[in-house]
């Protein structure tokens, strides 16, 4: 019965706990609503704290902003003063060109000039050159006479001989041989002097070939040491395409990462630009190459810091005044918006549009330097004139390129030097086979050149040694003309008498020998005058061709100042393009200040109509720590809670009459298990108290019968012994006489042993 109703109190209980949960989730469902009114003031006030705090970072911004306009009114204003100093170097430099236009202009006439006198001369040159071929006429005529008179005075001689004796006749003969010897040894002269003329003409002729062809085979050795070079490159980019930009450039590469890797660079350089970029089209490689230049090879960093390092590197692996070039701009993370000053045309694509780059710092760089998004490619050389020299030419267009490297203005064009591409084709194979096709045909024309050079020298070597044995017969010639000139005039001092028929024949003889000695000074005259005509002719055609030389020069030097006035008006356009972009860049940051003017307004306005907002939910500002995001959380996840437990609880009053219900049985079930354990208390103390008298009742009559029993046996003489075992409840009496102990059984019965609980008894008789 006990246990039954502690089982039920038990249970109670239970029910109870399970009530009084219930019931004290309903206070904390309210503690949930004043919680949750909590964290919406706390919220309220939060929102407007973030809103604060949102306010500072534009305030600054704004005040940074402000204060820098003034930074980009600087560089608005240098690159003005750039401007105006570029266009004030492209007018001198176009004064200069037309100066030296002018200077040629002003040359042209004195050029005609020139010429006009060189054809006048040579005009002279071909009168007196006639006046010597008729005096060359005359003398052959005086010469015949002469002759004819000779053979009459010798016919006159012979005769006279007869007479005269053999002596007269014999030195007649020899002066007649020496005459004749004379005269041919003169002609020989003249002849021998003619040769010695042509050859020293063909000698300086062959000679200045030689050295023209000395200077063009020089540039066939150092273009074949190019191509030699260019084709090792090629070969070794096979396996690394970065060898195409020179045998350092891996290794320079290396020791970039390297420096990067130890933290040396603020920013990684990037380069070579023309390994960082791509061709859409691989037809125009050599049109991209050519209007890049040196960009190919260049590297930009982001800072002069980075670019003491990098020059450092380059240092050790390229020679001074080899290393490429270094480009200083700051990088940037996206590319340029060239939208406003790009060209955009239907047909042809910029050179921007036409190249691959992964890398906005490289785009950048190329569009920064190069300006490509405002250069177009057109394969086609004759129709990028016609689009670039039209009436309309594209619109934000500075030049155009055409597939063979032509660069091509609005007002001039530029051909090309270079031929194929270096550092961009994309088939290394075809590159490698023209490279070797272009080395076999140059070693041919080298191997060409040798042979004509060595036939030049044996040219010079023939002309020399036949120049100097003519030169020894000239000097043998004249020799021997001045002794035979000698024997004659001793011959002539000789008198011997002469016949009257000779004497007229030999006046005859000495005047045709007078106007042959007049004819030949005034054809030696001639021929002096035809000289010296021929000398001011070459020096007139001399003076000609060095005012067209010096023309020539200067026109050269003004295509050197055209490429600078080009440059110059690249250099203007380039300040034009940074002063519009700072313009832009200034205009941005206007209207980012206006932006952000109205955005502060904004916010303002909004964090005022936040703060009467809060002020409405809890009229005095709370300072809050957390986020409203944090709150806003809790806010959510307390509304959650709120939700679940007032779906999982029910009706209120229910639970709160259930749980009463459950207290007060609990209550009642408590007092009645309080009163039976008083109860069971009070009959423990009962029983043991009972217990307690029975046990000291037991112990009086075990003391009694013990008394009676030694009494007993006293009386008769006997002796014995009687043991009570009260825990085994048995009783052992001992003694000698068997009918004492059978007496003492009954009497022990009779007094009442059951009382004290034996049920046992041994009797035992001791012998």
């Not at 200045?208 to 980019?237: C, F, W, Y």
Request: aromatic content about 6%; proline content about 2%.
């Amino acid at each position: 019965m006990f246990l039954l109703c502690f089982q039920c109190l038990k249970d109670l209980k239970c029910k109870y706990l399970e009530k009084e949960d219930r019931y004290k989730s309903l206070a904390s469902l309210g503690e949930m609503h004043t919680k949750l009114e909590e964290l919406q003031k706390q919220m309220a006030w939060a929102l407007v704290a973030e809103m604060e705090r949102e306010l500072e970072p534009v305030k600054e911004k704004l005040e940074a902003d402000r204060r820098s306009t003034e930074k980009y009114d600087e560089k608005v204003d240098e690159w003005k003063d750039k401007v105006r100093q570029a266009e004030k170097r492209y007018k001198q430099i176009q004064e200069q060109l037309e100066g030296i236009t002018q200077q040629v202009q002003e040359l042209q006439p004195k050029c005609a000039e020139l010429k006009a006198e060189a054809q006048k001369h040579n005009s002279l040159l071909k009168s007196c050159e006639l006046i010597v071929h008729r005096c060359r006429t005359n003398l052959r005529d005086l010469e015949k006479d002469k002759a004819q008179l000779s053979s009459r005075i010798k016919d006159l001689t012979h005769s006279i001989s007869q007479t005269t004796g053999a002596e007269s006749q014999a030195r007649a003969e020899r002066m007649k041989q020496i005459q004749t010897e004379l005269e041919n040894l003169v002609l020989e002269i003249a002849t021998l002097g003619q040769q010695i003329h042509q050859f020293q003409h063909a000698n300086g002729r062959v000679k200045e070939e030689q050295g023209k062809m000395k200077r063009e085979h020089d540039g066939l050795k150092k273009s074949i040491e190019a191509n030699k070079r260019k084709l090792q490159t090629m070969e070794s980019s096979r396996s690394n395409r970065l060898r195409r930009f020179g045998e350092q450039m891996p290794a320079l590469l290396n020791a970039i990462e390297e420096a990067n890797r130890k933290g040396y660079f603020k920013h990684k350089p990037r380069g070579p630009l023309g390994y960082l970029i791509g061709l859409k089209d691989p037809e125009l490689a050599l049109a991209v190459e050519v209007c890049l230049k040196y960009l190919v090879v260049a590297f930009t960093c982001d800072n002069y810091e980075d670019e003491k390092v990098l020059k450092s590197l380059m240092a050790k692996m390229y020679p001074a005044g080899k290393r490429p070039t270094i480009i200083t701009s700051q990088f940037l993370r996206q590319v340029h918006d060239t939208r406003k000053r790009g060209v955009n045309h239907p047909q042809y694509p910029s050179v921007l549009q036409s190249l691959e780059i992964e890398d906005p710092v490289v785009a950048n760089c190329l569009i920064d330097q190069r300006n490509i998004e405002s250069i177009l490619l057109i394969k086609n050389r004759a129709e990028a004139r016609r689009v670039m020299q039209g009436k309309n030419p594209p619109a934000n267009c500075i030049q155009a390129f055409s597939v063979d490297g032509d660069q091509i203005y609005t007002n001039r064009n530029y051909s090309s030097d270079q031929t194929r591409p270096n550092y961009l084709s994309g088939d290394v194979e075809e590159e490698i086979r023209h490279l070797q096709r272009e080395l076999e045909n140059q070693q041919g024309q080298e191997a060409r050149f040798q042979q004509q050079m060595r036939k030049l020298d044996e040219d010079i070597k023939q002309n020399e040694g036949l120049l100097r044995r003519v030169l020894m017969e000239q000097k043998t010639t004249k020799d021997k003309a001045t002794k035979l000139q000698l024997e004659l005039t001793d011959l002539k001092n000789v008198e011997e008498p002469q016949s009257e028929d000779l004497k007229p024949l030999e006046e005859d003889l000495q005047e045709i020998v007078a106007k042959i000695s007049s004819k030949r000074a005034e054809y030696e005259e001639a021929k002096t005058k035809m000289a010296n005509l021929k000398a001011d002719y070459e020096k007139a055609d001399q003076e000609y061709k060095q005012h067209k030389e010096s023309i020539s020069t200067i026109t050269e030097e003004a295509d050197s100042v055209k490429d600078e006035l080009s440059k110059t008006d690249q250099e203007v356009m380039k300040c034009k393009h940074h002063k519009k972009h700072y313009d832009n860049k200034r205009g941005a940051h206007l209207q980012n200040i206006q932006t952000l003017e109205a955005q502060l307004k904004s916010k303002e306005m909004n964090l005022a109509a936040s703060v009467a907002k809060a002020s409405e939910i809890c009229p005095e500002r709370l300072e809050v720590r957390r986020t409203a995001k944090s709150i806003d959380s809790e806010i959510n996840r307390l509304k959650v809670k709120i939700s679940t437990q007032q779906e999982q609880q029910g009706d209120r009053e229910e639970i709160v009459r259930q749980y009463h219900e459950a207290l007060e049985n609990y209550r009642n079930m408590s007092q009645q298990m309080r009163s039976l354990n008083n109860f069971i208390r009070s009959l423990d103390n009962v029983m043991t108290y009972r217990l307690q008298v029975y046990a000291d009742l037991r112990k009086f009559l075990s003391a009694r019968c013990k008394y009676y029993f030694n009494s007993m046996l006293a009386q008769r003489g006997y002796s014995g012994s009687m043991t009570f075992d009260h825990k085994n409840e048995t009783l052992t009496i001992s003694s000698l006489a068997l009918h004492i102990l059978q007496t003492c059984k009954l009497w022990i019965w009779s007094a009442g042993l059951n009382v004290i609980g034996q049920k046992k008894m041994f009797l035992r008789e001791d012998r």
